[in-house]
């Protein structure tokens, strides 16, 4: 494999791109039993039916695990969105089907969202306090069981459009299965992150469609902010903070 | 091998699951010891630990506020104060162990139980004071209780538990009653709702909603919304100051607490005036948006205001506001859940709307209840007068507390601003808010009440014409009381036309002529009366107004005479309804319309027979639609009944023998009924002798006056017997095959009497039937108290039985009735093809329920097919 073409380069991984396929290697400290089941994720999600790009093989470059994917050439909706603003409806239009398409699909052995989200919770000692924690651990607890596949981190640089318009969705690095509001309230939160306005177009847009009131995707804010925090950006820590906050009417 | 442990010592910490399940432990341990106090103990441990709460009132209440962040000192103080003296002045008298009260005469008892070991997830809204309550009525109901402290809170509510504790031992209740987990965590909290017997959980909803997953039996609570309308009927200066009193108490953090205020129209320039005179905030409109902000992220209530002061609030939200400012106040217009105003905001902070109508700040109301307040209290300030519109409130708000004219965060927890609305900090939102309850929670909440019932016999009855005239020649003598005694004026005679044609009816005329009586006959009643017939009748005696009803004839004649009877007095009956089958008389569904109001009714029978005069019961068919009305109520019996043997001499055989030998089914059966006593048994017994005795001799001579007159006397009696006792089975089955085949009634009867005899005379039934007083199988032994009664011995019951059946069989030969239904000329196939039909109708008839044995459809067919072939 010549990897001398570098599309991405993140923390923990650097993505490759060479004779119609990516290959995502990750550093030399990863742990192996992540990215196979970064693989495993991806494999069953294929198995749904989704439109997505096929896992060719997990492999091992110069002692570093690697993921090997078919590309996709296009531009993502997230470019498209930027160079075409006129259109952002319309791009929108596209990026909400495509998430409810993924929330039709199930996929009984996928990680449970709900286990990940306590995980992450616990692992928020140092940041939030245990009253806190115990209000979220609370609030997770009481919202409903699904079962709908979540992508996780569904956000328009993670859709690939090809010349022809089909759309690919990639990076299922985070897929569980779960509450589909839960999956939306995080999309809103990274919408967020660096557009109120982009947000608000998201969730109304998303409730509209999917026939959900928009205090129940609300209700999931304050968990999918703590989710968020575990990535430790400092930067967006008194944000998230605001959102983590708040109080279980009594 | 070492066996386990099974004491494991609590630990001093609770801080983990298995430290949780040790302390559990040991609290059921000391709980079992609990439940066998008195109520004498129960009482003095109960006043002991509401004397230590209330001790405590202040240092809980500084403890709370320092912890939390939240709330007022003093109003925390009333709290607790309240928590330990109104709980404890309203169920100090209450009985919660033992026998809670008794009625020996009913037998029956209810005694109370305690529920073993209550979980309670207490708030850091009010954490003392609901520490208090809680640990209160468990005391109070021999309960144990483990509290699950929020960790904002967790201190002040273990130190609130501790003294409660603490005083209640020291007054003799068990070392560690009262328990609580001193490190919070959510896997303990879910631990101990799973492992308690019941849950009283204050909380929000998704505490509430985590213990009514946890598969226990939970009171919980939600959230409120409370909406205020100030109709312009309102004292406004007493609404205004009422809603600032409770608004501002401790800062606005109880759940009852008024969230917005519909002014209507006419007062709302005076209403916000008095708002501004007493020292509320009224938000200019960016300030609006930046409290909007500030009190409400993401649709969630910004922690950093709840139980602040308006001052506080104001300055986070980058308002400028005086600092004794009591309430900020947003006039907003949307009640939509999208206005951060509409929500619940536990802080000093309120909603203002404007209503044209009293039905406009209805509509918002239900709306901001729908929001986020179902179940829990509204509230209405109004001129009590006006008692139409609050009518319409309260049958508006679906909310389980609505006070009027009451501060609501006072009112709703009771016993200040009303005194039969229990004191509670915990209050039930009923179904609407997802709760069990929809009341203020109390020491009931936390009992069984179990109910001891001992067996007790029905009230019985024996009820009969307040006239019943016999002896032969009696009728003149007993028709002359309807002119000289009742001044009757108008007599309606209802016969048939055979009776008619040769007279009978004759000798009844000349006696009301001669008394001037008004008189008219109807005489076209046709064996198996129907209801064109009867509506015929009833036409005729619609035109002509009788104040008297005779009738004259056998079962057809009298049946038809009452059921006109019936439409002339209540023109509005529906025989559907009146037909309805029923297992107790006394309960039916279908009340009976009060009869005799128009005429008075006299029963005249002309064949010793159906007993008819006597009866509550009569049948009509309704030949269009094809279905019989069975009638059977009291209100039908006739007034007086004349038996008058002159009437009977002229008997042909057949009817003798079928008429006769039905009066033997009706005493016999009425002998066996569950529902027989000794008033019934008497009339039935001296009945059956009389035809056993008789009904040969009336059958070869009708002319025999004696035989006649025994017989008429028989038939009157037996009539007694079951209307008082009832039928059984074998009148069931008699009904259908009657009905389905055209055999006459008696002669139905007697294919089936002995049959039935041997049935019910079994010692090991296959069901027996339900009545009270019907102890066990013993219809064997009852048949041979009859054949004793007629003379008849054997050498035991069962041959003794044998012998009575063998009398029987002798005595419908000698009358003429042949052995099986087939000798009848029913068809074998024509039997057959109805044969299902007749058994699910026969086991439905009115007289199963009376039977000693509650019969199987499989045996009644059975009985139908023997009945049949003989065989």
Redesign the interface.
């Given at each position: 494999m010549k990897l001398d073409q570098i599309i991405a380069t993140r923390d923990k991984k650097t993505v490759y791109k060479t004779d119609g396929l990516v290959i995502k290697v990750f550093n030399e400290n990863h742990p192996k039993s992540d990215v196979f089941n970064e693989a495993l994720n991806h494999a069953r999600v294929e198995e749904t039916g989704l439109n997505i790009p096929r896992v060719a093989e997990v492999t091992q470059t110069d002692g570093k695990w690697a993921i090997v994917t078919e590309y996709v050439e296009g531009k993502t909706l997230a470019q498209m969105m930027e160079e075409d603003p006129d259109n952002l409806q319309q791009y929108m239009n596209r990026f909400v089907d495509l998430q409810l398409e993924i929330h039709s699909k199930s996929s009984p052995l996928l990680n449970k969202l709900k286990d990940k989200l306590n995980r992450q919770i616990n692992s928020l000692a140092g940041e939030l306090d245990a009253t806190t924690r115990y209000e979220l651990h609370t609030r997770l607890d009481s919202m409903p069981k699904h079962t709908k596949v979540c992508h996780g981190d569904f956000n328009p640089t993670n859709i690939i459009i090809d010349k022809a318009g089909t759309a690919y969705i990639i990076d299922w690095a985070h897929a569980t299965q779960g509450n589909a509001s839960a999956d939306a309230a995080n999309t809103y939160l990274q919408f967020s992150l660096y557009d109120q306005r982009l947000a608000e177009i998201y969730m109304n847009l998303f409730c509209e469609k999917s026939d959900t009131a928009k205090q129940y995707v609300q209700q999931w804010l304050p968990i999918v902010a703590a989710a968020q925090m575990t990535k430790g950006k400092e930067s967006e820590k008194a944000f998230l903070m605001k959102w983590i906050d708040v109080f279980d009417y009594q | 091998m070492a066996k386990k442990e099974t004491q494991t010592p609590v630990p001093a910490i609770i801080d983990s699951v298995e430290a949780l399940q040790a302390k559990m432990k040991a609290m059921r341990e000391a709980q079992k010891k609990f439940s066998t106090y008195s109520q004498e103990q129960v009482d003095k441990i109960f006043f002991a630990a509401a004397m230590a709460a209330n001790k405590q009132r202040i240092p809980l209440a500084k403890m709370a506020v320092a912890e939390t962040g939240m709330g007022v000192v003093e109003d925390k103080v009333i709290k607790n104060h309240y928590a330990a003296e109104y709980i404890y002045n309203k169920y100090k008298t209450m009985k919660t162990c033992g026998v809670l009260e008794e009625d020996p005469a009913f037998g029956i008892k209810k005694v109370a139980d305690p529920i073993g070991l209550v979980a309670a997830v207490i708030?850091?809204?009010n954490p003392t004071s609901t520490a208090i309550f809680k640990t209160l009525i468990s005391l109070k109901t021999r309960n144990a209780i483990i509290i699950s402290p929020?960790?904002?809170a967790k201190n002040c509510t273990i130190e609130a538990a501790r003294i409660v504790l603490d005083a209640a031992v020291a007054a003799g209740a068990p070392e560690g009653i009262i328990g609580w987990i001193d490190v919070?965590?959510?896997e303990l909290?879910?631990e101990v709702m799973k492992e308690a017997d019941i849950i009283l959980a204050?909380?929000?909803?998704?505490?509430v909603?985590?213990a009514y997953s946890s598969g226990k039996p939970a009171l919980g609570v939600?959230?409120g919304n409370t909406p205020v309308i100030i109709d312009d009927t309102a004292d406004i200066r007493m609404a205004v100051n009422s809603i600032i009193h409770s608004k501002t108490f401790d800062n606005g953090?109880i759940?009852a607490s008024e969230q917005s205020v519909t002014v209507l129209d006419k007062v709302y320039k005076q209403v916000k005036d008095e708002f501004i005179y007493r020292g509320c905030y009224f938000l200019k409109s960016d300030e609006i948006e930046k409290v909007r902000k500030t009190i409400i992220?993401?649709?969630?209530?910004?922690?950093?205001i709840?139980g602040q002061s308006a001052y506080t609030i104001a300055k986070l939200a980058g308002v400028d506001v005086p600092e004794k400012t009591k309430i900020l106040i947003g006039e907003v217009e949307s009640v939509d859940?999208?206005e951060e105003f509409a929500h619940?905001k536990?802080s000093p902070v309120l909603a203002m709307y404007k209503a044209k109508t009293f039905e406009e700040a209805l509509e918002k109301s239900e709306q901001l209840i729908a929001d986020?307040g179902y179940g829990h209290t509204s509230s209405l300030y109004i001129n009590t007068n006006e008692k139409e519109k609050m009518a319409e409130h309260a049958a508006r708000m679906k909310t389980c507390r609505i006070l009027v004219n009451t501060p609501s965060s006072h009112g709703g927890i009771g016993d200040l601003y009303n005194f039969k609305l229990n004191p509670s900090l915990t209050l039930g939102c009923g179904t609407w808010g997802g709760n069990s309850v929809s009341e203020n929670v109390g020491p009931k909440h936390l009992l069984n009440i179990k109910t001891v019932a001992e067996r007790r016999e029905n009230m019985l009855w024996f009820r009969t014409p307040e006239k019943v005239y016999f002896k032969k020649g009696c009728m003149p003598v007993a028709l002359d009381e309807l002119g000289t005694v009742m001044g009757k004026k108008k007599a309606f005679i209802v016969t048939d036309t055979f009776l008619y044609k040769n007279g009978y009816v004759n000798p009844i005329e000349q006696k009301l002529d001669e008394m001037g009586i008004q008189h008219t006959c109807f005489y076209d009643v046709a064996p198996d009366p129907t209801l064109t017939c009867a509506k015929e009748g009833t036409r005729q005696m619609l035109n002509f107004e009788p104040d008297c009803i005779i009738a004259l004839g056998g079962g057809s004649a009298m049946d038809a005479a009452k059921i006109m009877w019936v439409m002339y007095e209540h023109p509005e009956v529906n025989f559907h309804d009146m037909a309805m089958d029923f297992i107790d008389i006394r309960k039916r569904i279908y009340t009976f319309p009060k009869m005799g109001e128009k005429a008075y009714f006299v029963a005249i029978p002309t064949s010793s027979g159906t007993g008819s005069e006597v009866t509550p019961f009569a049948i009509i068919t309704d030949e269009e639609a094809g279905v019989k009305y069975p009638l059977a109520d009291y209100e039908l019996l006739p007034n007086m009944a004349i038996v008058d043997v002159d009437n009977m001499m002229s008997q042909p055989k057949g009817l003798t023998s079928a008429s006769g030998i039905d009066v033997m089914t009706h005493a016999l059966e009425a002998y066996a009924s569950v529902m027989a006593t000794d008033y019934t048994d008497g009339m039935a017994l001296k009945a059956m002798k009389n035809v056993l005795n008789y009904l040969p001799v009336a059958y070869e001579d009708g002319t025999n006056l004696e035989a006649r007159q025994k017989m008429a006397d028989a038939s009157c009696m037996a009539g007694m017997a079951f209307a008082n006792a009832f039928l059984g089975v074998c009148h069931s089955m008699a009904h259908k095959l009657g009905a389905f085949h055209h055999l006459p009634h008696g002669v139905a009867n007697a294919l089936l009497l002995t049959l039935v005899m041997k049935y019910n005379a079994e010692e090991v039934p296959t069901k027996m039937g339900t009545f009270s007083q019907y102890e066990y199988p013993h219809t064997l032994a009852r048949y041979v108290e009859c054949a004793n009664f007629c003379g008849i011995a054997g050498k035991n019951d069962q041959d003794t039985l044998d012998k009575f059946i063998a009398a029987i069989e002798d005595l419908k030969e000698k009358i003429g009735i042949k052995k099986t239904i087939a000798e009848y000329g029913i068809k074998e196939e024509d039997f057959l093809a109805t044969l299902d039909e007749m058994v699910e109708q026969a086991f439905d008839d009115q007289c199963t329920g009376a039977n000693p044995r509650y019969p199987l459809m499989s045996e009644i067919k059975e009985l139908y097919l023997k009945a049949y072939y003989g065989k």
């Open positions: - | 708030p850091t809204t929020h960790p904002r919070p965590s959510l909290t879910n204050t909380g929000g909803p998704g505490m909603k985590s939600g959230a953090m759940c992220i993401n649709g969630a209530l910004n922690a950093k709840v859940i999208s619940e536990l986020g």
